[in-house]
């Protein structure tokens, strides 16, 4: 009867022995996982100016050959990127855009001992520079023409504006001019009218003395 006692308390131990051997590994397999620590920018950030990068940490050194990123524009589109670099816990991903507004950096990464993490994190840029824009993307900066632009846009209009105001005296002038010449004529006219008729008047008057006078 102690003799089964005893076996029986020894199969107890082993089976307390196996579970807690059973669930060191299992936390030790959890720890394992390579949990994200932090992203640059962070999640959710919105960001003056677009960064040539972004990177993420983690909590175990990653595998780099078997880690896969990808980065969508606020369209959806998949962009075409170089390929990530990786140091340690950390990749650094080199970035182009297409447009401000909300991008997405979803990655699968595997730690070196095989555990693998899907997650992803997005950011929001307001103005792109000219050299990070992606093939094809239109630059940021003449979507709004600047205070000096748009200056020299009115100069030029005014500029390329006709005057008019000599043209619209010139009718007037022409007029002036017409009718001031009409008056000088219409003046000499009645002086060369007015002098024949004076003219021919005294002759007639000469013509009528001599008649009277052999008259007498």
């Known amino acids: 009867m ?11 131990l082993l089976a307390a022995g196996c579970g807690a051997v059973l669930a060191a590994a ?16 962070e999640d959710g950030a919105t960001l003056d100016t677009a960064p040539a990068s972004v990177s993420a940490t983690f909590s175990e050194v990653l595998d780099g050959p078997s880690t896969t990123i990808a980065v969508t524009d606020p369209a959806g589109e998949t962009l075409e990127l170089d390929e ?4 340690g816990d950390t990749f650094t991903q080199p970035m182009l ?11 699968r990464v595997v730690s070196e001992d095989g555990h693998r993490v899907d997650d992803a994190w997005t950011f929001t840029v307001e103005a792109i520079p000219d050299e990070l824009l992606a093939e094809g993307a239109e ?10 632009e748009t ?26 001019t ?15 009218v007015g002098g024949v008729l004076l003219v021919k008047l005294l002759g007639r008057g000469s013509k009528d003395d001599g008649s009277a006078d052999r008259s007498a």
């Open 2 to 12: 102690l003799q089964g006692s005893r076996a029986h308390a020894l199969r107890l």
């Open 26 to 41: 299992t936390a030790t397999a959890a720890s394992a996982h390579a949990a994200l620590l932090g992203t640059d920018p």
């Open 84 to 87: 990530a670099a990786f140091e």
């Open 97 to 107: 855009y297409t447009t401000p507004g909300e991008y997405t950096v979803a990655f």
């Open 139 to 148: 630059s940021t900066d003449s979507a709004a023409p600047t205070e000096t």
């Open 151 to 176: 200056e020299a846009e009115a100069e030029t209009s005014e500029a390329a504006e006709p005057d008019t105001s000599d043209a619209a005296d010139s009718p007037e002038e022409d007029t002036n």
């Open 178 to 192: 017409g009718t001031t010449l009409a008056l000088i004529l219409l003046a000499a006219l009645v002086v060369v």
